[in-house]
């Protein structure tokens, strides 16, 4: 049922973004009056799902699920060659119209993905404010992986700032260190400022890497499991562990770690109950578990919200576009640096199926189409024939020279342009069932 639920999302989510961005390309074809032979989602070689026809245009479902298009007269593309512009040119085709009014066109898909993540990021400033864990509440620092421990970090560091620049918002520092590709972050280490250096021949085991920093917690217990090793030693809710035996710890994880070391045997463990201190001798399964639960991050670091007015929440929501923009823009970047391998992280619909939860909640819906309406914007405005931003190109080149590039110049770019991008989603998809197998 999880899966169906992620694919329903997903499905949802890629027809609306692919028809608010195809209906920018219709919206400014009628306004120029250009014939719009056909408005797709999804695309229909051989065979099509659903269509009918309103006026000059055929409105329909496609078959295959990348993507969707409006086929205009008198224009090269995904759909038609040369072939189909035999006939005299007339008034109401593309290829007559003055060059502004094709720009206009071809770069209303961007404009209108762009405009949907404004309006979502608006709504969702409105609806929910903006929700997170700010870092400063971090007291504990963080526990890093293998590869934070090599590039200097140490458990229990706290997040200064990056190059300077202070992070409020915890979810935002990692991706903040990847993408930006930040050379120094200042922890607070004791009661030390540290500098740590990060090399930029980090930043490929980086963008692969897994749980690279979590934030640490406590070790106090929520439910204590009838039977267990706990409940035997007379461990209660509410009681927290601060050392194993001996040994003070701060961290869960650190906790459960030594724990886990006398699987089978017993711990001493000292409890902190209330102002009183004891130590328990505490029972460890063969699993390495004493029987119980711990507290959640959330009950030890609060959720912060900024609430805005409607008013309020339109800068926010166009500011938040812009940033997430500048973003994914760093990111395209990054895939044309080999020595990054950044394009190992390059995913199909399997990847960005798995990003959805597995319960349908709107919040998460409205996050994720808003960030993959501005991934639509800036790959279909990449300079690639086949996509908007090949087709900006040539109009931009006869713009700026006076000379129209022939159609079978234009013909030729959008054949190269769609193997480009076949290669690139086959690559894809291979990157997706590599992460899968390994």
Request: charged share 20%.
């Given at each position: 049922?999880?899966?169906?639920?992620?694919?329903?999302?997903?499905?949802?989510?890629?027809?609306?973004?692919?028809?608010?961005?195809?209906?920018?390309?219709?919206?400014?074809?009628?306004?120029?009056?250009?014939?719009?032979?056909?408005?797709?989602?999804?695309?229909?070689?051989?065979?099509?799902?659903?269509?009918?026809?309103?006026?000059?245009?055929?409105?329909?479902?496609?078959?295959?699920?990348?993507?969707?298009?409006?086929?205009?007269?008198?224009?090269?593309?995904?759909?038609?060659?040369?072939?189909?512009?035999?006939?005299?040119?007339?008034?109401?085709?593309?290829?007559?119209?003055?060059?502004?009014?094709?720009?206009?066109?071809?770069?209303?898909?961007?404009?209108?993905?762009?405009?949907?993540?404004?309006?979502?990021?608006?709504?969702?400033?409105?609806?929910?404010?903006?929700?997170?864990?700010?870092?400063?509440?971090?007291?504990?620092?963080?526990?890093?992986?293998?590869?934070?421990?090599?590039?200097?970090?140490?458990?229990?560091?706290?997040?200064?700032?990056?190059?300077?620049?202070?992070?409020?918002?915890?979810?935002?520092?990692?991706?903040?260190?990847?993408?930006?590709?930040?050379?120094?972050?200042?922890?607070?280490?004791?009661?030390?400022?540290?500098?740590?250096?990060?090399?930029?021949?980090?930043?490929?085991?980086?963008?692969?890497?897994?749980?690279?920093?979590?934030?640490?917690?406590?070790?106090?217990?929520?439910?204590?499991?009838?039977?267990?090793?706990?409940?035997?030693?007379?461990?209660?809710?509410?009681?927290?562990?601060?050392?194993?035996?001996?040994?003070?710890?701060?961290?869960?994880?650190?906790?459960?770690?030594?724990?886990?070391?006398?699987?089978?045997?017993?711990?001493?463990?000292?409890?902190?109950?209330?102002?009183?201190?004891?130590?328990?001798?505490?029972?460890?399964?063969?699993?390495?578990?004493?029987?119980?639960y711990l507290k959640p991050f959330s009950e030890f670091v609060p959720?912060?919200?900024?609430?805005?007015?409607?008013?309020?929440?339109?800068?926010?929501?166009?500011?938040?576009?812009?940033?997430?923009?500048?973003?994914?823009?760093?990111?395209?970047?990054?895939?044309?640096?080999?020595?990054?391998?950044?394009?190992?992280?390059?995913?199909?619909?399997?990847?960005?199926?798995?990003?959805?939860?597995?319960?349908?909640?709107?919040?998460?819906?409205?996050?994720?189409?808003?960030?993959?309406?501005?991934?639509?914007?800036?790959?279909?405005?990449?300079?690639?024939?086949?996509?908007?931003?090949?087709?900006?190109?040539?109009?931009?080149?006869?713009?700026?020279?006076?000379?129209?590039?022939?159609?079978?110049?234009?013909?030729?770019?959008?054949?190269?342009?769609?193997?480009?991008?076949?290669?690139?989603?086959?690559?894809?998809?291979?990157?997706?069932?590599?992460?899968?197998?390994?």
């Amino acid at each position: 049922m999880d899966i169906l639920i992620k694919i329903a999302q997903l499905v949802v989510c890629l027809s609306l973004l692919v028809i608010v961005h195809e209906f920018g390309h219709f919206m400014f074809a009628k306004i120029f009056k250009v014939r719009v032979e056909k408005f797709y989602l999804f695309f229909d070689p051989w065979f099509k799902l659903f269509s009918f026809k309103r006026g000059e245009t055929e409105y329909g479902v496609g078959w295959l699920p990348l993507g969707g298009y409006v086929s205009l007269s008198g224009m090269i593309d995904e759909t038609k060659g040369t072939d189909a512009l035999a006939a005299e040119p007339q008034p109401w085709e593309f290829r007559t119209k003055p060059a502004w009014q094709r720009l206009l066109i071809m770069a209303g898909g961007v404009m209108m993905n762009v405009v949907l993540a404004c309006c979502i990021y608006i709504g969702m400033s409105y609806t929910w404010g903006d929700r997170y864990f700010d870092n400063k509440d971090m007291v504990w620092g963080y526990t890093f992986n293998e590869l934070g421990h090599e590039i200097g970090f140490e458990d229990g560091d706290r997040i200064l700032s990056l190059d300077g620049q202070s992070v409020d918002d915890l979810s935002k520092i990692y991706s903040t260190m990847v993408i930006e590709q930040v050379k120094c972050v200042h922890v607070l280490r004791g009661s030390d400022t540290v500098e740590v250096f990060i090399r930029a021949d980090y930043t490929p085991q980086l963008l692969n890497s897994t749980d690279f920093m979590l934030p640490r917690m406590p070790f106090e217990v929520a439910q204590v499991l009838k039977d267990g090793g706990a409940a035997v030693a007379g461990i209660q809710e509410g009681d927290r562990v601060t050392a194993v035996n001996g040994e003070s710890l701060v961290a869960a994880d650190d906790i459960r770690a030594r724990i886990a070391e006398a699987k089978g045997g017993n711990v001493e463990l000292t409890i902190l109950r209330g102002e009183t201190t004891d130590t328990l001798t505490v029972a460890v399964s063969s699993e390495g578990a004493i029987g119980v639960y711990l507290k959640p991050f959330s009950e030890f670091v609060p959720v912060h919200t900024r609430e805005y007015t409607f008013w309020q929440s339109i800068p926010v929501g166009i500011q938040r576009t812009g940033e997430e923009v500048a973003s994914y823009w760093s990111q395209i970047k990054l895939m044309f640096k080999p020595k990054t391998e950044a394009y190992k992280s390059l995913g199909s619909f399997i990847a960005i199926g798995s990003i959805f939860p597995t319960e349908w909640d709107w919040y998460s819906f409205w996050r994720i189409a808003a960030l993959l309406s501005v991934v639509f914007a800036v790959m279909n405005i990449l300079p690639i024939p086949g996509l908007d931003g090949g087709h900006i190109v040539f109009v931009l080149w006869e713009m700026i020279t006076g000379r129209k590039p022939s159609d079978k110049v234009l013909e030729y770019a959008q054949m190269v342009g769609m193997i480009l991008l076949i290669a690139l989603m086959i690559f894809a998809f291979g990157n997706d069932i590599r992460r899968f197998i390994l």
